[in-house]
Every structure is written in C-alpha cells, then in structure tokens.
C-alpha cells in the first residue's frame, strides 16, 4: 500500500491533462518510474552542471532557479510553486543543467525519468500538445522578466510577482516576505512596504506567511499604473551641472 508522499506523487501524475490519453500499460510504466526526493530549506535540490536525469515537478514546497557565474555571482530568475513543472527545455535537449534549483523551504520533487520523458515525446500528441503550451507559458514569462528588467519599480516588481503569470492555480499565496524578497530580487523591507501599500488599497490580505489576493482586477490596474515607474536605484548617477 502506498502512503504519504509517493501517493500524492502518483495522483499527481494521474492528474496531468496528457494522462488519461495514455494506454494502460503506458500509464503503469510510468507510475512505476517516477522518484521524488525532498530537499531541506536553502539546499540546492539539482545542480547547475550536472547532467539532467529527467523532467520534474514541485509536490510540495516552493524552489528557486538561478543561475551562476565563474565569479560565483548568482542570479535568480523564476520560482517555481506548488504543481509546476520545470526543465523541459534541459530534457528536451538532453544537456548539462544550466541554472541551479534551490529549495526556499522544506520542498518535494517528483521526477519523470529522462527516458520515460523522450518515450512520451516521441509517441504520445497529447503529451507534445500540453508541452507545446507549457513551453509557451514559459516564453511569456521569460519575456517579461526580461522586459521588467532592472527599469522597473519595485512596486511593479512585487506585484508582478504575485500575478497569476507566476501562481497559476491559487490565489492563497502561501509565501513568507523572505521568500517574494528572493523571488523578486529585493530586500525584504522593500517587499515588506510594498505589500503594505497593496494591502492599504485592498488588493491584498496578509496573515502569518500567507498572501491572499483580494481582487486579481486590482492587481492588473495597479500593475498597469506601475508600469511605467522606472526603478531609479538602478541608474547611475546623475552628473551635476
């Protein structure tokens, strides 16, 4: 009998849109197959380098990607919730990994073997169709981040964070201030004021680590309002005249 943690992982897959299009014994060979591991607070859970064992995804806990220079300058770049998958595009080019994942709390990985992984892209257009709008999701979010930059305000920032392009599936935000302060790239006193600037305007409630967002269309107005405020702390200094 399954328990704990591996049966979460098992109705987890079973759960997947591409599943059910599966045959029978495809779906068993892949119950079989899958591992899931767990990773302490502040461990790198997979390595930057090292070579990509599967694809995987988040049962539980909250991870972050980042990446890491020979100056051993890091630079995070997405996190990574409760249900998502990531490393689709390591998988799919079966390369070394190139960012780390770093556990920002106690967090469980479940992994889809690298060869139950290529078998599914090979054969299964149910599996290649959900890819395909994953990858995609995945695009937009890059070209956000890319476009926010370093010229945003940090009120942009943060609550771009908390948008549904990073939480998908829950608008109760289970993160602690330290946390988004990672997530964002910010100190935790900037996310700190921002978040009571949002919870003033009735946007967000806060209460003991949670984030709950009141109204996702005053999320979207503020974020329209704070798109245009650049983040004057990364510019260099005026000349005087």
Known sequence: MLHGIDLMARQFLAAQPWYDGL?????????????????????????????VNGWYAVLSGLVL??????????????GMPDGEWFGEGSALKNEPRRYNVVALRDTWLLCLPQERFQHLHATSLGFNQYLAQHLNMRLGQAMTLIETGRMRSPEYRVALHLSRLFWRSTRQLY????????????????????????????????????????????LGRYLAGAEDIADTSALPPQPTV
């Open 65 to 78: 990607l980042e990446s890491e220079s020979q100056g051993q300058r890091r630079s995070a770049f997405i």
């Open 23 to 51: 045959p029978t014994a495809e779906q068993e060979a892949l119950q079989a197959s899958i591992h899931t591991f767990l990773a302490r607070k502040g461990e790198v859970l997979l390595p930057q380098g090292e070579r």
């Open 175 to 218: 993160v602690t201030q330290e946390e988004l302060g990672k997530l964002v790239g910010l100190s935790r006193q900037t996310v700190n004021r921002v978040l009571r600037e949002l919870a003033t305007r009735g946007i967000i409630a806060m209460d003991h680590g949670r984030v709950l967002i009141r109204c996702d269309a005053a």
